[in-house]
Nanobody
């Protein structure tokens, strides 16, 4: 069984910072690649960043240099440090448990492998 729960979202001014957390229950976290997705109103859900079991990371071009993904297997928790936030970063952010093979992250699409989401709003 797996349960994912995001936290840390909120309202922040442009240029500000936030740190999102994704707490996982169950035994799959440490053996799985993990990712952050986001979905803005009327947009498709998009991959923001992922981290493998070997701690390799990859970022969407739109967040590269501003966001940092990390994980703490001892705490079964993944993080997303977001800085220099922009209006266009406004979205609901979701964590996902997936797999990684040959340079590609494969999300698990079943509902149980997604958190409920946390809202990030960047506004002055």
């Amino acid at each position: 069984q797996v349960h994912l729960e995001e936290s840390g979202g909120g309202l922040v001014q442009p240029g500000g910072s936030l740190r999102l957390s994704c707490a996982a229950s169950g035994s799959m976290f440490s053996i799985s690649a993990m990712s952050w997705y986001r979905q803005a109103p009327e947009n498709q859900r998009e991959l923001v960043a992922y981290i493998t079991t070997d701690y390799a990371t990859n970022y969407a071009d739109s967040v590269k240099g501003r966001f940092t993904i990390s994980r703490d297997n001892a705490k079964n928790t993944m993080y997303l440090r977001m800085s220099s936030l922009k209006h266009e970063d406004t979205a609901v952010y979701y964590c996902n448990l997936g797999s990684y093979y040959a340079g590609i992250y494969y999300p698990k699409y079943e509902q149980k492998y997604w958190g409920q989401g946390t809202q990030v709003t960047v506004s002055s």
